[in-house]
């Protein structure tokens, strides 16, 4: 199986509201994480990383949060906008490795 | 997606016929991946490529074939395309490999239906 995954396929909020994403993943040795946003039609587009010796990273709205005793990754958006909608990803490369590995998402609605 | 380019956009083929997908770069990353991804699966590598002529399997290479003659074009091929195979298929590129530095840039996706 996946060493990532996430808690909840789906989310739904209402505007306004802030909106937490969240992501497992089981690998101690996953030296980096990202989270990437895909829009209906489109591809994963890049939203915030960040490397496991930090707890917190922010971003416009966006906040990821790293758990690493726990092996817990967060994604908080502020004031969710309808904009916000999609499919957002966690991802983690496995220290050295050439490649990401990707959780399977969480469609994100945001309802006006 | 600036840099990256997937063709076509889409297509469908018949069970049985060879398809050739196409990722051009223009960001002359070493870096080259191919991803297919279907609902419940999420995004799962195919192949990739960390340099000219240099290329290697990812979890779900099986029926799948790539070349990269030159650091700008990845081609994936499908030799007998099976319905197993309808999905959508998704090139990355990335200058450092490890997803360092906002990981990999993804190309618009190419949509394949085998019928």
């Known amino acids: 199986g996946e060493s990532v995954g996430l808690h909840l396929p789906t989310l739904s909020v209402q505007e306004g509201d802030n909106s937490i994403i969240n992501c497992a993943y089981s690998n101690s040795a996953s030296d980096y994480f990202i989270w990437y946003k895909q829009e209906s039609g489109k591809g994963p587009q890049f939203i915030i990383d960040?490397?496991?010796?930090?707890d917190k990273r922010q971003g416009q709205r966006v906040t990821v949060l790293l758990n690493k005793t726990v092996k817990h990754l967060s994604l908080q958006i502020a004031a969710t906008q309808p904009g916000d909608s999609a499919v957002y990803f966690c991802?983690?490369?496995?220290?050295?490795?050439?490649?990401?590995?990707f959780g399977k998402g969480t469609k994100l609605t945001v309802n006006p | 997606d600036a840099g990256i380019t997937q063709s076509p956009r889409h297509k469908v083929t018949e069970t049985g016929t060879p398809v050739t997908l196409r990722c051009h770069q223009t960001?002359?990353?070493?870096?080259m991946y191919w991803y297919r991804q279907d609902p419940g699966h999420g995004l799962r590598l195919i192949h990739y490529s960390y340099g000219v002529k240099d290329t290697d399997k990812g979890e779900v290479s099986d029926g799948y074939s790539v070349s990269r003659s030159k650091t700008e074009d990845f081609l994936l091929t499908l030799e007998s395309a099976t319905s197993s195979q309808t999905s959508v298929y998704f090139c990355a590129i990335s200058a450092t490999g490890t997803g360092g530095n906002y990981g990999y840039t993804f190309g618009s996706g190419t949509r394949l239906t085998v019928v």
């Open positions: 960040i490397r496991s010796n930090m």
């Open positions: 991802a983690e490369t496995q220290g050295g490795s050439e490649k990401l590995v």
């Open positions: 960001e002359n990353h070493r870096y």
